[in-house]
């Protein structure tokens, strides 16, 4: 009753139900807040606080920016999602804040194209190689593990990947290094109106989740600028659920060497065996690769799944209680 009241308390105040309301629609910074809300930065950071001491928001850093986030795990998460529901998106200050964030999220995807746009003829000369990313999206969307909910997509660019998969999954979430690139993702992702991915910075070598925290691994087109591309994938590996699966898509083995001066790619592309020895190595099951030929570059896509424990490891204690009643 305690934890309840502690909640209900927190809640209950009309500039902290509206940080809810804006959380659940995009994890935001302080000086978004402090835009969206017009008030203070103090007074958004004392409101702040207490959520996350409550439990109703999540701190997380973002290279030297705090964001937040609403509380995703427990029975907390359904609490607050509850709250949320329940807000009138009609009510003069929700519809004010939605407002005040659409132009946030307007100047952001404004910058976004800008980059692209630099960078576009560049992507264009790369893609024109290769076989049509979807046709390579359909056949990841095909191969996802029955069931999956929660979705990892490593080095996640502009997000890409996460608007054609979230929509399959329950969760999604996208880890880049670059700041740029999660600025470009997160003004994608709220352009297709994607609302359960979440896009986080993180290092493939040093995932920022615990062990076993997902169904399903994508690792698309990143592995080529890894300089250990083995301890990606044991990093994968590692945040996989027994059962799930690990989604790599890179390039055959190729002589583009001009890739290596003007795209920075580190490897020519990868052998089937070089991938599935890495996969195996990490402690993955592989499977059957898939091949796609474009125009002068082939894509591979590279298939690990994580092995559901045998009834023996999973309930030692049952076994020996059966094996004691046959005796």
Request: charged share 25%; proline share 4%.
């Amino acid at each position: 009753m305690e934890h309840l009241l502690a909640l209900l308390r927190a809640a209950a105040e009309d500039t902290r139900l509206r940080i809810l309301a804006l959380a659940a629609r995009e994890d935001l910074t302080v000086s978004d807040y402090v835009t969206v809300l017009g008030q203070s930065q103090p007074r958004v950071s004392r409101h702040l606080k207490l959520l996350v001491e409550a439990g109703l928001l999540e701190r997380f850093r973002e290279a030297q920016f705090t964001r937040f986030r609403l509380t995703n795990s427990g029975e907390d998460a359904a609490l607050v999602r509850e709250f949320v529901r329940r807000l009138d998106p009609k009510h003069p200050r929700i519809a004010t804040d939605r407002s005040r964030l659409d132009a946030v999220q307007q100047r952001r995807q404004t910058a976004a194209a800008r980059f692209f746009r630099d960078n576009a003829q560049r992507w264009d000369e790369l893609r024109a190689l290769h076989v049509a990313d979807r046709e390579i999206e359909r056949a990841l969307a095909h191969h996802l593990p029955f069931g999956a909910r929660r979705l990892l997509d490593v080095g996640t660019g502009t997000g890409r990947l996460l608007e054609v998969l979230a929509p399959k999954v329950e969760q999604a979430v996208g880890v880049d290094q670059s700041r740029e690139m999660l600025a470009l993702a997160r003004a994608n992702l709220a352009r297709a109106g994607i609302e359960n991915a979440d896009i986080r910075q993180g290092d493939m070598y040093a995932l920022p989740f615990e062990s076993d925290s997902f169904d399903v691994v994508t690792i698309h087109h990143v592995l080529h600028y890894a300089d250990d591309p083995a301890a990606a994938l044991a990093e994968a590996a590692r945040v996989v659920k027994p059962g799930g699966s690990v989604l790599v898509v890179d390039f055959s083995p190729h002589d583009l060497v001009e890739l290596k001066r003007e795209h920075a790619h580190v490897h020519l592309g990868f052998a089937d065996n070089q991938v599935q020895g890495w996969l195996r190595s990490a402690g993955l099951n592989p499977l059957e690769p898939l091949h796609f030929p474009g125009r002068r570059l082939m894509t591979g896509i590279w298939r690990g799944e994580r092995e559901l424990p045998s009834l023996a490891t999973a309930r030692p204690t049952a076994d020996v209680s059966v094996q004691g009643v046959s005796r």
